[in-house]
């Protein structure tokens, strides 16, 4: 089986718990439709080290300029203290070609504003940590566009707020298909609701794996 590659983007200050679920999850088979179908490769806009918004030092895996839409399945930009200021610039641009080559892009809290900086968010429906998060920043003109949502996803692209990485991680699970239709309603069950009921659920759909 060839691996589906889901890169994620890092740069200093990433909230790295918005992206916790996603990542966890992705490189678990457990639960999956198709158990080790995704690996994660992280990305740095060059192969130095970067440090998290929690005080992870992490090594990218490869660095930007070797990232081509063709090799990927999907781009994740997590939120940082520098999004929404012009700091993660280069990493937008490269979602632009992704976008632009019908390669999911995914992305969250401040990297919302990132893309809007750019335009991306001018013509498809989208969310963010609220609207007057996104006014904020220079030349958006999506606003009618905005939804009062925690997550959403229109086309290949998907938006969420940065209270909402569980929502996002649905979003993202969804949209690649890693798991069926009851396991991800136990799953949102478990990990949103507390509900140990999705659990119980989950081992009694996989017991035969």
């Not at 457990?30 to 060059?46: D, I, L, N």
């Not at 918004?53 to 399945?73: A, H, N």
Request: some cysteine.
């Amino acid at each position: 089986m060839t691996r589906e590659t889901i890169h994620l983007a890092i740069y200093d200050t990433m909230a790295d718990w918005e992206v916790g679920y996603v990542v966890a999850h992705l490189n678990s088979p457990e639960f999956q439709k198709t158990p080790g179908r995704f690996e994660v490769k992280t990305v740095g806009s060059s192969l130095a080290p970067i440090l998290s918004k929690g005080g992870l030092r992490i090594l990218p895996d490869l660095s930007l300029d070797m990232l081509e839409p063709k090799d990927s399945r999907m781009l994740i930009l997590p939120g940082a203290d520098i999004a929404a200021n012009g700091g993660i610039d280069e990493f937008v641009k490269i979602a632009a070609q992704f976008l632009s080559a019908g390669i999911p892009v995914a992305a969250i809290c401040g990297a919302t504003a990132a893309l809007a900086r750019d335009g991306l968010l001018d013509k498809l429906p989208h969310t963010s940590n609220a609207k007057i998060f996104l006014e904020m920043v220079e030349d958006y003109k999506g606003g009618s566009l905005y939804q009062d949502q925690l997550a959403i996803t229109s086309g290949n692209l998907i938006t969420a707020s940065g209270v909402a990485p569980i929502e996002f991680a649905i979003e993202i699970f969804r949209k690649l298909d890693v798991y069926s239709d009851t396991t991800l309603h136990a799953w949102h069950k478990l990990y949103k609701d507390h509900n140990p009921e999705g659990f119980y659920e989950l081992m009694a759909e996989h017991s035969n794996e």
